[in-house]
């Protein structure tokens, strides 16, 4: 598919509550072109839970349910069993978490519903934080990161929960990184995960401006500099093949280019920006990409 | 119709295959684990085409029911103590979205320290959710109320949680009579949900909603609540018409002269009805009022039983610490607008299993004229 063909169908309302620059608004928006209109959102408590809209407006012309935070997966599987025994397998029934509800409150849900290959997609939006409730730490937000709880800098002890892999343990049928900045690869993966039966996980990585303390119009730089720089690495696995890296940019610019465009990382010294080079450097070269 | 010996757990069992559901979602806790067990069988060997969803949690297992129910489907899911306290956050979101859920709650004790046992804390920490409410006595009754509560639920659009008492109800072998599915098809029809996700008709459900919203739709679902009498009544007629056995929202055993009436809930009636034919045979008075329904809560017929009588024993196998047994404050309340009043006692008869002989409950009634009513009685 390219998104060409897609580029005057919408299945998102105008007038959603996302914040200027948002990503994760973003993110649905072109999800959704690709997923197209026999798709089921689940989504539990995140900022899409505002940026859906307030009764009785809604952002989405496609069924959506909310559910409690640590449910997505687990209601996704009761939606999807439904809609077999009715008869109707070819429906798309889609979780759309933010990384709070994936790598931390919905990770056992997420890990239940992997494991018994349910035929459902679930959707990570990623913006490194709590943002809703007003940026808190998550176990997805990077070492060195200002949030409200961590307000000298998530300690450097700390990884970010390598979900990619934990999710790739369980033998999914797809599972991919994409990030918006990079439309063609986004909408392959949307296509890629539609298309195989089983369980599928995306990763998105997602701006967002009063979190990363960016302006709004550099949200789409701010996620094409994760990827130049090596922070976020764009990859599928499809089950049976080996991880394949599905963009490599030229030549990896330096992180300290992604982390000085966020204020969220400004309070950050040479050797704590070195650290975190030195930790992008080392997974760049078990991805041999460097 | 056949006659049979089955557990209370397997009875449960029967008459949600005799539902048909099409999704049931499940995970495992003693004394809960036999209905879960015989409902995979059924569907392993295709006598029930449903979907079995083993999940990781009991969290995972009411979402699971919840997400079929809201696509429009038949659920269930059953479980117990710790698991109904592990639900409770998606029990909440269940009413608040109107879904006929139907969970049965084996009743357990909830630990520290562990227990096994049977007592009624686990379901009475759930009274306040939405959920309605259902105790049962005997393994027919827990047949016949769980096919009633997929009626009830689909109409009142309330999920329904119907109780057994672990093991002396779920572990007890009972003659019971199991109904045909023809029988069971001209009780309770397919489901036909209003609204569901629907790819065809695309709607948002949880939407965001401001206080004046909200604050309505809450009041609707007290009103279901108290509708749902009118159509808890009409499903024990119809199942009375087409099976011959009749249920009421609470039943009495020897009531009209009893002096002292011992009110209880759950499968511990069967030893106090034992009790009332001992006290009756030596001229003591006493009869029994069984709650069935305890959500919503027959006030009205509580007090039409209740009103004129001496002494009112409350066997309560819960209490909420700091105040008084669940089922003694519903007493109380019912009872608040009368001028003569019984005695109400309040009695914490039983919790994680301790065990309750008939020569218990017989004292208590001779001893009656001694108890207080100003505080919590407790056994010795
Ligand atoms: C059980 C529970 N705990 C806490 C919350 C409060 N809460 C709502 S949204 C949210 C943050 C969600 O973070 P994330 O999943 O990363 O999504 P984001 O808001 O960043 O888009 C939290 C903590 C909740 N709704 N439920
Ligand atoms: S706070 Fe961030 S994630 Fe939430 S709506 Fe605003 S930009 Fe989007
Ligand atoms: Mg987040």
Redesign the interface.
């Known amino acids: 598919m390219d998104f060409r063909d897609v580029k005057n169908i919408e299945y998102m309302n105008q007038g959603d509550y996302a914040c200027p620059g948002c990503g994760a608004g973003l993110s649905m928006r072109h999800a959704l072109k690709v997923l197209g ?4 959102i ?1 989504m539990p408590a995140s900022c899409w ?2 940026i ?7 952002a ?9 935070f ?2 997505a ?14 008869g ?1 397998d070819d ?1 798309n029934v889609v979780c759309w978490a933010g990384d709070g509800g994936t790598f931390d409150i919905g990770l ?2 997420l ?2 519903a992997a ?2 290959k349910e035929d459902i997609i679930y959707v990570c939006y990623d913006n490194e934080a709590y943002m809703n409730t007003g940026i808190q730490r998550s176990s997805a937000t990077p070492p060195g990161a200002w949030t409200t709880t961590t307000p000298t800098g998530n300690p450097l002890i700390y990884e970010k929960k390598d979900m990619f892999n934990i999710v790739a343990s369980h033998n999914p049928a797809y599972v991919a990184t994409a990030t918006i900045a990079y439309p063609d690869d986004f909408y392959l993966k949307f296509e890629k995960a539609k298309n195989a039966k089983g369980f599928r996980f995306i990763h998105i990585l997602s701006a967002c401006p009063p979190g990363w303390r960016i302006d709004s119009k550099d949200s789409v730089k701010a996620m094409r500099l994760a990827v130049e720089s090596g922070m976020f690495v764009l990859m599928e696995k499809e089950q049976g093949k080996p991880i394949r890296i599905t963009y490599k940019p030229e030549r990896f610019i330096p992180v300290r280019e992604y982390l000085l465009l966020q204020g969220r990382y400004r309070h950050l010294d040479k050797n704590t920006i070195n650290e975190i080079q030195i930790r992008v450097n080392e997974r760049l070269k078990d991805l041999d990409l460097s | 119709m056949v006659k049979d010996m089955v557990l209370g757990s397997e009875a449960v069992a029967l008459g949600v295959k005799l539902a048909r559901p ?2 049931i ?1 499940a995970y495992p806790i003693t004394p809960q684990t036999h209905i879960i067990e015989r409902l995979s069988e059924m569907v392993d060997n295709g006598e029930l ?3 079995f ?5 009991e ?3 009411i ?11 038949r ?1 269930f899911t059953a479980t117990s103590s710790h698991g109904l306290a592990l639900m409770h ?2 029990l909440h ?1 269940i009413v608040g979205a109107r879904l006929p859920v139907v969970l049965v709650n084996a009743n357990r004790a909830i630990g520290s320290p562990w227990n096994i046992w049977t007592d009624q804390t686990d379901s009475m920490s759930q009274r306040d959710l939405g959920w309605l409410q259902v105790y049962c006595e005997t393994a027919q009754e827990a047949l016949d109320t769980v096919l009633q509560a997929f009626y009830v639920a689909e109409k009142v659009l309330l999920p329904i949680m119907v109780m057994i008492d672990g093991f002396i109800l779920s572990h007890t072998l009972e003659e019971v009579v199991i109904p045909t599915q023809e029988q069971a098809d001209e009780f309770l029809p397919p489901y036909e949900p209003g609204y569901f ?3 065809d008709n ?9 206080g004046d ?1 909200f604050y309505n739709l809450r009041k609707d679902i007290q009103r279901s609540m108290e509708a749902s009498f009118g159509i808890i009544n009409e499903a024990h007629n119809r199942f009375d018409d087409i099976f011959g056995r009749r249920y009421d929202l609470i039943d009495t055993y020897f009531i009209d002269d009893a002096e002292i009436v011992f009110v209880i809930a759950g499968a511990l009636t069967g030893t106090v009805r034992v009790a009332v034919d001992k006290l009756r045979n030596m001229g003591v008075k006493a009869g029994l009022l069984k709650i069935r329904y305890f959500r919503p809560f027959p006030s009205d017929l509580v007090r039409s039983y209740l009103a004129d009588k001496k002494h009112v024993v409350v066997l309560n196998r819960s209490l909420s610490f700091g105040s008084a047994g669940q089922i003694t404050q519903e007493i109380k309340n019912a009872l608040y607008f009368e001028e003569d009043k019984p005695s109400i006692y309040d009695y914490v008869l039983s919790l994680g299993g301790k065990e309750v002989f008939v020569e218990d409950v017989v004292k208590l009634a001779l001893n009656v004229g001694n108890l207080e009513t100003s505080k919590i009685l407790w056994r010795e």
């Open positions: 209109e026999k798709t089921i689940v839970s505002i859906a809209g307030v009764f009785p407006t809604t989405l012309q496609v069924p959506l349910m909310h559910v409690p640590a449910t997966a687990a209601v996704a599987s009761g939606v999807k069993n439904a809609y077999k025994k009715k109707q429906v056992q849900a890990s239940g494991e018994r | 099409k999704v979602s085409d449903a979907s969803i083993r999940v990781e949690s969290l995972s297992a979402s699971a029911a919840m997400g079929a129910s809201q696509a429009g489907v659920a956050e998606v979101w996700l629907d790819i695309p709607l948002s459900f949880g939407n965001a909603a401001k919203v």
